[in-house]
T-cell receptor
Framework: DTEVTQTPKHLVMGMTNKKSLKCEQH?????MYWYKQKAKKPPELMFV???????INESVPSRFSPECPNSSLLNLHLHALQPEDSALYLC??????????????FGPGTRLTVT | AQSVTQLDSQVPVFEEAPVELRCNYS??????LFWYVQYPNQGLQLLLK??????LVKGINGFEAEFNKSQTSFHLRKPSVHISDTAEYFC??????????????FGTGTLLAVQP
């Protein structure tokens, strides 16, 4: 099983709402990633967890709050977002953060619209 | 700064014609190279990767790429494209050096538009 799943597929939220994105993998991977992708642009790295600890935060605004409750799950909590945060949010996982022989596997993404 | 360049933002091609999508990277340090494909409204799927060994790499769906260290390039090719190959293609690089992490640097993407 080389699948990364993400829920929900689509999410519309107001600027005062609180919502969460969920990502799950059962490949035994110990590194998990959140990316943001705007239309016609490449994915931009937001956060990386390694062995359930936050390893990389690419200076993401605090209205995005990641959480890794266990080795298979990754959440992204959203609060007080702005319309410019509307994008496709991709989750990925890889065997390890520091062993570069392993590629990242991507989920299908959550399409977020902030109104 | 380390970067990846995909000069062609869009490549139109007729069905059954050959295609080459270009990718150049910026640094002479050791690299791992990847091509990912993204179909509309989907996530990214790995097409192929170069880590070491033979410079000609074969991937899924009939794609191949050649690593050229002297030209710092990793161009993607397919001898005969299908309508179903219409998608966005991203070249990505990991520059590996002491303490490096599995952090992909993506190119800006190339839209392959296959016409009947």
């Amino acid at each position: 099983d080389t699948e990364v799943t993400q829920t929900p597929k689509h999410l519309v939220m107001g600027m005062t709402n609180k919502k969460s994105l969920k990502c799950e993998q059962h490949m035994g991977h110990r590194a998990m990633y959140w990316y943001k992708q705007k239309a016609k642009k490449p994915p931009e790295l937001m956060f990386v967890y390694s062995y359930e600890k936050l390893s990389i935060n690419e200076s993401v605004p605090s209205r995005f709050s990641p959480e890794c409750p266990n080795s298979s799950l990754l959440n992204l909590h959203l609060h007080a977002l702005q319309p410019e945060d509307s994008a496709l949010y991709l989750c990925a996982s890889s065997q390890d953060l520091t062993d570069l022989n392993y590629e990242q596997y991507f989920g299908p993404g959550t399409r977020l619209t902030v109104t | 700064a380390q970067s990846v360049t995909q000069l062609d933002s869009q490549v139109p091609v007729f069905e059954e014609a050959p295609v080459e999508l270009r990718c150049n990277y910026s640094s002479s340090v050791s690299v791992y190279l990847f091509w990912y494909v993204q179909y509309p409204n989907q996530g990214l799927q790995l097409l192929l990767k170069y880590l070491s060994g033979s410079t000609l790499v074969k991937g899924i769906n009939g794609f191949e790429a050649e690593f050229n260290k002297s030209q710092t390039s990793f161009h993607l090719r397919k001898p005969s494209v299908h309508i179903s190959d219409t998608a966005e293609y991203f070249c990505a690089v990991i520059y590996h050096y002491g303490g490096a992490t599995n952090k992909l640097i993506f190119g800006t993407g190339t839209l392959l538009a296959v016409q009947p």
